[in-house]
């Protein structure tokens, strides 16, 4: 998206078009940056074992899920913030901001329809009739909320945490 403004700029009706279909598919996959972070889940899915033991054939994979983990945070931020410094630099420095803070939900949102429901971004173009509904469920119930607002306020930890200890470049 970035080079597609700097050769062309957002002037035109057709490459306004081009850039809103380029920025829906950041946004759906996006999720997928952030979402490697929560693949510790397979600690325990190898041996059937519970949360107090470990499984002695594989105690690597703390260490490569760890690692795979700090991947996906590093994915996460640089992403998020490239788009920032493209609204930033092709919109403005306000409405980039606001960008930022209103996004992250968004991306939470993707993280948790493929966490919990299972679904995949590839999904929203099979079944968004579907999607949406599993949608309405975080903004009907309680504790699917409560899941969202949470996984929100921690993606902006490691966002803003993210951006100071990589070198601050992204900072709204």
Request: aromatic share 20%.
């Amino acid at each position: 998206m970035r080079r597609f403004w700097e050769k062309n700029g957002y002037g035109k009706i057709h490459q306004k078009v081009i850039a809103g279909i380029l920025f829906l598919i950041w946004l759906l996959f996006m999720p997928n940056t952030a979402y490697v972070i929560t693949d510790i889940k397979h600690l325990f899915s190898g041996c059937g074992l519970n949360f107090y033991q470990i499984c002695p054939e594989s105690v690597w994979t703390i260490f490569f899920l760890f690692t795979y983990a700090c991947f996906g945070w590093v994915a996460f931020v640089l992403f998020l913030g490239g788009m920032k410094d493209l609204i930033e630099r092709s919109v403005g420095k306000k409405t980039a901001a606001v960008f930022v803070f209103a996004v992250i939900p968004l991306l939470s949102l993707g993280i948790l329809l493929g966490l919990i429901d299972r679904w995949n971004s590839w999904n929203f173009f099979v079944s968004p009739g579907r999607i949406l509904s599993h949608v309405l469920i975080y903004v009907t119930d309680l504790n699917r909320f409560l899941n969202l607002f949470l996984t929100a306020v921690f993606l902006y930890i490691l966002y803003f945490g993210g951006n100071y200890l990589f070198g601050g470049k992204n900072k709204l």
